[in-house]
């Protein structure tokens, strides 16, 4: 199993970043997974960031990217997206993709079985 995160970099406050995250190897079908983004700064804990379901129905967010952040899905290609959109230094942390088996999205990172590498954001002011 592999999901491999990219798009990570140095952006400006204010600025927009595109995560992508590709999938290969997941038990079943890619569409039967709930996929979700989490994030983690340094000397923080990983953190929910957004969350959607097997069939992009339904998606959830952290209060903090609400409204800046959209996670969306392409099942064709096995892919995860993350915009995120009008930055700020707060967002910078690794940024992590991740696969559950129940297709319903969830924001507790245990219930997750499948995790990729982080993709490095950084945002300055």
């Known amino acids: 199993v592999q999901l491999q995160a990219s798009g990570g970099g140095l952006a400006q406050a204010g600025g927009s970043l595109r995560l992508s995250c590709a999938a290969s190897g997941l038990i079943g079908s890619f569409s039967a997974y709930a996929l979700g983004w989490f994030r983690q700064a340094p000397g923080k804990e990983r953190e929910f960031v957004a969350s959607?379901?097997?069939?992009?129905?339904?998606?959830t967010y952290t209060d903090s990217v609400e409204g800046r952040f959209f996670i969306s899905r392409d099942n064709a290609k096995s892919m995860v997206y993350l915009e995120m959109n009008s930055l700020k230094p707060e967002d910078t942390a690794d940024y992590y993709c991740?696969?559950?088996?129940?297709?319903?999205?969830?924001?507790?990172?245990?219930?997750?079985?499948?995790w990729g590498q982080g993709t490095q954001v950084t945002v300055s002011s």
């Open positions: 959607v379901a097997w069939d992009a129905g339904v998606t």
């Open positions: 991740a696969a559950d088996r129940l297709s319903v999205p969830r924001r507790n990172k245990y219930t997750y079985d499948y």
